[in-house]
């Protein structure tokens, strides 16, 4: 028997004022899954989580959450959600807001005050348990209303944008605890257009672009579907010795350069080993050569290409 998918969109339309921001969508988080919403900004990954927890309705089309038709106000307890617009009751005190926030979704007082201290523990923040909110740093307060979102021991946690505007350090723990989750069977749905995070948690991914989706499934299926033949070079000195070599097209389609390495796209029948033949005739020092799969950042600028970019500009829309 296959799995109900935990979230489920069918063919999902909504327009603002003569803009379409999503368009005929089709997607399905399975259960358990890390899935990974992807698209440039006004791409149209915030406007379909705000249909998923309906806070806005879509014009035309259907989603159902936990196989159900109710609409995610009414599964809220069940959900935790991280909004991309960060919002907390400043003056309150950080142990009181958590655990009001708690209560709102059915906990109950003694329960929603133990998770919240084990919470804050676990985040670093144990010494501000009685501070306001209003005194903690922008990535305190970021923290603490990750611990809102997640403190009810929600089944489906939605996270837009979850690592905007945090260090390393900050990102690394959520990024760890988005794993201890998984390992739970809780399942996660966040939005980003930061491919190398998706690319590291991600077990399934949607793309989109203007309103449209371009590409969805497991995150290896989506790999092989759109792999190509891709070789990963890098030289000691910098590529601008090899230039002349990636621009036969003859054996490079194309080739991504990072100044000190390059992400290259055999042209067709082009071999690997022509290429390598070529960089040690060239003289450069070879540092790493690797056939590899393509980057979900490459996968990503294949398919979606500057044009989103442009066009999300011209039309003045964030992302909606």
């Keep these: 028997m296959v799995d109900q998918p935990t979230v489920e969109i069918n063919g999902v339309t909504k327009r603002f004022a003569g803009h379409t921001a999503v368009r005929d969508l089709d997607l399905r988080v399975p259960q358990g899954a890390v899935y990974g919403l992807l698209g440039p900004n006004g791409a149209g990954k915030t406007t379909t989580i705000r249909m998923i927890m309906a806070i806005i309705a879509p014009d035309s089309g259907s989603i159902r959450l936990f196989g ?17 617009e960060r919002g907390l009751y400043r003056k309150m005190k950080v142990i009181d807001l958590l655990v009001f926030l708690a209560q709102i979704k059915g906990v109950n007082w003694r329960q929603a005050r133990r998770n919240a201290v084990q919470w804050l523990h676990l985040l670093g923040l144990a010494d501000w348990v009685d501070k306001k909110v209003d005194d903690l740093s922008k990535g305190m307060q970021q923290k603490v ?9 929600p089944e489906l946690v939605i996270l837009d944008e979850p690592f905007a505007g945090l260090d390393p350090v ?3 723990v959520m990024k760890d605890i988005v794993v201890e989750l998984k390992q739970r069977g809780t399942t996660t749905l966040f939005s980003t257009h930061i491919m190398e995070q998706a690319e590291k ?25 759109h792999g190509g033949n891709h070789v990963i070079v890098a030289v000691e000195q910098g590529l601008d010795s090899v230039r002349g070599l990636f621009n036969d097209r003859t054996l490079v389609e194309k080739a991504d350069s990072y100044g000190q390495y390059a992400e290259v796209e055999l042209a067709a029948g082009g071999d690997p080993q022509r290429l390598l033949h070529g960089l040690v005739q060239s003289g450069a020092h070879v540092t790493r050569f690797e056939i590899a799969e393509p980057t979900l950042n490459k996968i990503f600028i294949d398919l979606v290409g500057p044009s989103a970019a442009t066009a999300s500009a011209s039309e003045g829309v964030g992302d909606a």
Aim: glycine share 10%.
């Design 145 to 153: 209303q990750f611990i809102s979102t997640l403190q009810h021991e």
């Design 68 to 84: 159900q038709a109710k609409r995610g106000r009414e599964l809220s307890q069940k959900i935790g959600y991280l909004p991309e």
């Design 201 to 225: 948690l991600c077990d399934s991914v949607c793309i989109i672009a203007q309103g449209a989706k371009v590409v969805d499934g497991p995150l290896g299926e989506v790999k092989r579907r």
């Design 170 to 172: 900050n990102t690394q």
